[in-house]
């Protein structure tokens, strides 16, 4: 019986990230290696957005990691954040106009910085979740995510409607 052994690649500033289209990058590392068709992920996308970024074929293999974003060089750090950035689009919410109760689910009306949703929460304990630093991640039904960059911060009426669903 033999093992195979896969061999990661991990990307350093020698190695250059170019933008294919629908957000796919290609790596050509130092070494004349090219790998097409990537999709940059990231491994810790609330806790650690900038570091331990993989890039993924099109099986969802991982082909290579980015230990950190600051290690890129400027073209490829920017062409890796824009795909991110457009992978992981979550709208911020700056306004709580209501939540409401309904057979369990919790429907939230809210002012995001891309206008006014209206999603639902299935599960308060699970979905909503609060962190020490006062971001809040919320998780509808359809899997869609939005934060929240300070509950503090909000005004009295969000707040209220946060700590009571919370």
């Known amino acids: 019986m033999s093992i195979s052994v896969i061999k990661r690649v991990y990307v350093t500033r020698d ?10 990058v290609t790596l050509v590392t130092k ?7 990537l999709e940059p992920r990231r491994l810790f996308p609330v806790s650690r957005g900038d570091v331990y970024i993989t890039l993924l074929d099109t099986d969802g293999n991982e082909t290579a990691l980015i230990r950190s974003i600051g ?9 890796v954040c824009e795909s991110l950035d457009d992978y992981y689009l979550v709208p911020s919410i700056i306004r709580i106009i209501s939540v ?6 919790l429907h939230w009306t809210v002012e995001t910085d891309r206008g006014v949703k ?3 929460v299935r599960d308060r304990n699970h979905d909503v979740k609060v962190y020490p630093d006062g971001r809040v991640r919320v998780r509808d039904s359809d899997d869609n995510r939005y934060t929240i960059d300070n509950w503090r911060k909000l005004d009295k009426h969000s707040r209220s409607q946060l700590i009571a669903d919370i």
């Open 100 to 105: 409401t109760e309904k057979y369990g689910n």
């Open 71 to 79: 290690e890129l060089s400027p073209e490829s750090k920017r062409v």
């Open 118 to 120: 209206s999603f639902d």
């Open 31 to 37: 070494d004349g290696a090219t790998y097409s068709s």
């Open 15 to 24: 190695d250059t990230i170019t933008h294919e289209e629908n957000n796919l």
